[in-house]
Every structure is written in C-alpha cells, then in structure tokens.
C-alpha cells in the first residue's frame, strides 16, 4: 500500500486527516485547526480524574509544567536512534564527558557577575553555558554507550528490526465524527503493509524479564489503548484495518533482550472503547470548561473485605458483634 506523508510546513495546522511528518513537540501541542488529543491525553483521562489532564492541557492558558523525566528523556533518545541511528541521535542529543564539572550554584553565578568568581566556577559557568546554547538535550557518556549498545542487539533481532523498519515517527491525523476533536497517533514506527509497533525500554527493577512482566506493563500503562488509538487512526486514513499491531520491549540490562507482544482483535476492541470513552469525556468537559478532581463526589468509606471479616470475627469471639 502507498501512502503519502505529508511534511507539515512551519506554522501550518493540520486542517484534512493524513499521515504527516511533524516535530514530536508539535504533536503534543495542538498543530491542528481544532482542540486535538494524544493517545497520551486519552490514557490519562481514563486513569485519573480529568484535573489531571486538564492540569498540563496545552489547551490550558494556566497549565502547570509537565515533568520531563529521565526514562522519558532516554525514551526519546532511543527513538532517535531506532530512527535515523547515531547520526539521527546526535542531531537531537548532545553528549555530556562523565567528568563534567558541577552545574553552578546561585553564589557562584553572583559571583560571576560581579567579576570575583574562582577558577572552579569560571569552568563550571563557561561549560554549562556552553550546553545550554548549543540547545540539544544532554546524554552523559553512560547513557550514549547504553543506547548504543540496545541499539545493536535490536538491529541483530530480525523481528524487531523487521517491526520497527518502517516509516519513524508519523502522526496520523483524523477527526472524531461525533465530538469533531482532532485525533493525533504517533507510533514509533508504521510500515505501508500496515503493520503498527511501538518500542518500549524497560527497566525491571530487578525483576524478571518475560513475558508475563510486559504484559503487566501494557495494562498498567495502557499500552494495548494506545496501540488500539494507532490502529483506528491507520483504519480511518487508509479504509483497511492493519495487518498487525505489536510491541517491541526491550530491558535496558544486559544482554539487552527483546521480547514482542502482539496486540490482537478483542483487546484492540477493548482498547478503542476505552479510548472513545475518553474522549467524550474529554470533549464533555471542554465544553462545559469544568474539569472535576479526584473529590468532586462525596463517597463513603469503603473497608476492605479482608478486614471487614477479621474484626467481625473478632467482635463475634468478643461477645460484640453488630
């Protein structure tokens, strides 16, 4: 199947469904003539109250921050990577000495700009300087060699380097019929005989790796949601379901082994009722510009049954019971 790929110019919004190519920061917010929401957006709408969503809403002219943290961060690199390989990576990354000098302190850049600062502050200050301007994120020498390393044992792996050779990184693009929201899908890689895969690093916090362990993970994240949202966004665009929908993880310990997960039918089907429940919700409460937390509605304690039945047992051998 021939798809086109349309390159997004600078400043334009995607106003027709398509595949485009666009920055992965442009994605995320909001490149289309409308409001539009992420798988992202969706996974956190079903699992947190919608004050959670709305708090870090590019939508939001008061959003808080959102944290970008270090498995995010090395998630992008690997993608980077997986995409275009070292070259690709070193375009977006820049990479840090393990000697580097610490970053300066509040007294020290007081220092500096009085013209007192010692020769350790001077070199800090210039270094870090240096960083900042060039403008890429940083990976130290650890992180670069680590990358480097899963990114070898995934080209040597046939089905992974088969799942994950086709096109990187294309958002697809289409509108939701019943609330008109922009539906954005950017898995890691799509391929044009309709094959779908996303790559995750794992780090198993010493637990075993296999596939009982990512397939907790997919359900803790909601990853078979996430592939689900790309598997309708291929079937809106293309008229076709795709061929296969998968999951390429990867443990960030040596010897960096693979393992692939398959996402079927009935958990697709599962994952796109989950994923439309979102976003009904979500265009709810756009349009009503009232976004509930987590306490919105009184309840009632609830004890767990565990407990419940040890204390009435106790009360029962106390002559107490209710």
Known sequence: MTIEIIDLPKGELISEPGFYRLSLDRHHNQPCNGPSVTS????????????????????????????????????????????????????????????????????QLRAFAEGRESASAKKSITFWSAVEKDGRDVLTDTDYELLVNMGGVLANDPAAAYALGGEPEITMAWRDERTGIWCLSRPDNLRTDGLLSDYK??????RAFTGAFVDTLI??????????FAAEGWEQLTGHPPTEVGLVFQEDEPPHDVI????????????????????????????????????????????????????????NLAGEAP
């Open 40 to 107: 992202g957006v969706l996974r956190k709408m079903d699992g947190h109250a919608p004050s959670k969503t709305w708090a870090t809403s590019a939508l939001n002219e008061n959003r808080w921050p959102d944290k970008d943290s270090d498995a995010l961060r090395l998630g992008r690199a690997m993608a980077a990577l997986v995409e275009g390989g070292t070259e690709e990576l070193e375009k977006h990354f820049q990479v840090l000495p393990e000697n580097r000098p610490s970053r300066p302190t509040k007294p």
């Open 201 to 206: 690093k794992v780090n198993t916090q010493g």
């Open 219 to 228: 359900e803790k994240h909601g990853y078979f949601m996430q592939m689900a």
């Open 260 to 315: 692939i997960r398959e996402i079927q039918e009935e958990a697709l089907a599962m994952g796109r009722f989950r994923n439309h429940r979102a976003l009904y919700r979500f265009h709810e409460c756009l349009e009503a510009g009232h976004w509930p937390g987590a306490g919105e509605v009184l309840g009632a304690y609830h004890m767990s049954e565990g407990l419940r039945e040890q204390i009435l047992e106790e009360m």
